[in-house]
């Protein structure tokens, strides 16, 4: 991934690519990390996109409490915070999705 200008490339990832990215260090997207990490992109994330990361990799993949409020701190220091101020159902019976899509039009109309 070529480098950008810092905060100029931002992105919002699904929840099971941020999962991939994180649990699966050894993984396709585990480079994410890294390039997070140097500024090659800018994270946008919502609460509920944080939330729903918390709840996954606390109660699917068996994360401790201590190592998962380590992770969320590194997150919410990193990326940008977009709070949505509606939610709308694109993604029917996908409520989850539905948020994924609220952050990324959150980043465009904010």
Known sequence: MPTAPHGSLRI??????????LHFTEGTLSGLWQAL?????RLVL???????????LRGKFGWEEHELQRLLRALVRKAEIVRPSAVAEVVPGDADDNEIVACAVGVCSG
Not at 12 to 21: G, K, P, R
Not at 46 to 56: F, G, R, T
């Open 12 to 21: 919002v990832l699904d929840t099971n690519v941020l999962i991939s990215a």
């Open 37 to 41: 990490y140097e500024e090659r992109f």
């Open 46 to 56: 919502s609460p509920a996109i944080i939330a729903e990361l918390a709840e996954k």
